[in-house]
C-alpha cells in the first residue's frame, strides 16, 4: 500500500464557467507538474470530455477517473466518479433525460466544447449544462450508485450549491460515499467541518476552473494498493485498509 | 390568527393536521434551509417550495408550527411522516410563494422585521 495524491474535482473547456486552458493535454501536464497521481474529470452535467483527458493521460503516469459535478433540482452540487467511460456515459444519458431544455449563450454562460486528446473540438453542446436536473441531490446519489458509481457531496463548505447551505444538514442516513471540502480553507475551518460532519470521509479537491487552480495544495492523499476508481472507491468507505487521510495534516 | 383559519382561506391541501388552533402572527418565506435555520423568527409561518425531510428538522429547531409548501409541491413521504410525529401542521396549495405570501399579508401576517 502506498499515498497517491488525488484531485476527484476538475472541469474542462466542457464546463461554459471554466476557462479555455483547460484542454485535455493541459490538465495532464500540469497534474504531472503538481505531482498529483490521480485526477477526476467533473464537468457540470456532463461526461463527454472525460475519454480525451484520459488518451491524453496515456503513458504519462496520470490516472484519470471518468466522472461529473450533477447538480440537482434544489441546486446542489454532487460528484458522481464511475469505474471507466461507458459507465460514466450511461450516467450522463440519465442526467441529460432530466435536463431542461435550455439553449446555451455562449456570450453569456461561456463555451461548451468536447474535445479530443488533441485539443481538436469535436462538437459544441447546445442546450445549457449549468442548470438543476429534474432529480433530487438524494436521488442523484441513489441513481451513481445504480450506475455502478460513488457520490460525493460537493463543496460542503460554500454558501451555494451545497447540500449543507441548500438543506440545513446531512441526514445520518444518506448513503453519500464523502463529503468534499474546498482546498482554500485553513485548517482551523476545516477541524471544524470535520466536527460537524463526524464519521464521514472528507476529501479536499480543486474544483479547478482554470489551469493555475490545480494545486498540490489543494488535493487528497489516499493510501491505496493502485491508482484506480475501485481502490478509490474502497479508501472512501474505509475498507481492506484502502483510506483517506486527513488533507489539512 | 389560528392556523385552521389561515387554511381555510388558502383552501390549501392540509397533509399533516397537528396544532391547527394554535395562533401566527408572523412569516418566513425560503428554500434554503441554511438560511432559514439562521434567520426565521421563531414560531413563524414557512412558505416554501423545498419538500426535503429536513424541512421538519429546520422546522422543530425554529419552532416553526406551520409549513406552507407553494407552487403545486408536494410533500414526499418521509416529510409528511416526520411533521406528523413532531407535530407541525403541513399544507400545500398551487399558488406561487409571491401570491401566497401576498395573501398572508392580508390575514394580518407580517415578516420578522415588524414583529
Redesign the interface.
Known amino acids: 500500500m502506498r499515498r497517491y495524491r488525488a484531485d476527484l474535482h476538475v472541469h474542462t473547456v466542457l464546463s461554459p464557467c471554466a476557462e479555455l486552458d483547460m484542454g485535455a493535454f493541459d490538465i495532464v501536464s500540469r497534474c504531472r507538474r503538481e505531482r498529483i497521481d490521480i485526477v477526476a474529470v467533473t464537468d457540470h452535467n456532463a461526461a463527454k470530455n472525460c475519454k480525451a483527458v484520459k488518451e491524453a493521460a496515456k503513458e504519462s503516469g496520470l490516472e484519470v477517473i471518468c466522472g461529473l459535478e450533477v447538480q440537482s433540482s434544489e441546486d446542489i452540487h454532487v460528484i458522481c466518479l464511475f469505474p471507466d467511460c461507458d459507465a460514466a456515459t450511461a450516467f450522463e444519458n440519465w442526467v441529460w433525460s432530466l435536463l431542461p431544455p435550455v439553449k446555451n449563450r455562449p456570450e453569456s454562460f461561456g463555451y461548451q466544447l468536447v474535445i479530443d486528446k488533441d485539443n481538436n473540438i469535436i462538437e459544441e453542446v447546445p442546450f445549457l449544462l449549468v442548470q438543476g436536473i429534474d432529480a433530487t441531490a438524494d436521488e442523484t446519489i441513489v441513481q451513481a450508485h445504480k450506475n455502478g458509481g460513488v457520490a460525493v457531496l460537493a463543496h460542503i463548505d460554500r454558501p451555494v450549491y451545497s447540500y449543507v447551505a441548500v438543506l440545513g444538514l446531512i441526514p445520518e442516513n444518506l448513503r453519500v460515499d464523502a463529503v468534499e471540502l474546498s482546498g482554500r480553507l485553513t485548517k482551523e475551518e476545516a477541524l471544524l467541518w470535520r466536527e460537524k460532519t463526524a464519521g464521514r470521509t472528507i476529501i479536499r479537491s480543486s474544483d479547478a476552473h482554470r489551469l493555475d487552480d490545480i494545486d498540490r495544495g489543494k488535493t487528497t492523499c489516499f493510501l491505496l494498493e493502485r491508482p484506480c476508481f475501485e481502490e478509490i472507491a474502497m479508501a472512501l468507505r474505509n475498507e481492506a485498509g484502502r483510506r483517506v487521510l486527513w488533507p489539512w495534516e | 390568527m389560528k392556523i385552521s383559519e389561515i387554511l381555510r382561506q388558502l383552501g390549501a391541501t392540509v397533509h399533516v393536521t397537528a396544532g391547527l388552533d394554535r395562533d401566527v402572527e408572523v412569516g418566513v418565506v425560503g428554500?434554503?434551509?441554511?438560511f432559514?435555520?439562521g434567520s426565521a423568527p421563531e414560531g413563524a409561518v414557512w412558505v416554501t417550495i423545498?419538500n426535503?425531510?429536513?424541512v421538519a428538522?429546520?422546522a422543530v429547531l425554529k419552532e416553526i408550527p406551520l409549513v406552507l409548501l407553494a407552487s403545486g409541491r408536494t410533500p414526499s413521504p418521509e416529510l409528511e411522516d416526520h411533521c406528523a410525529r413532531e407535530s407541525i401542521a403541513l399544507a400545500s396549495t398551487g399558488l406561487d410563494a409571491f401570491e401566497l405570501c401576498g395573501r398572508l399579508y392580508e390575514m394580518g401576517l407580517c415578516g420578522s422585521r415588524r414583529s
Do not use: K, P
Open positions: 428554500d434554503l434551509l441554511s432559514i435555520m423545498q426535503h425531510v429536513n428538522a429546520v
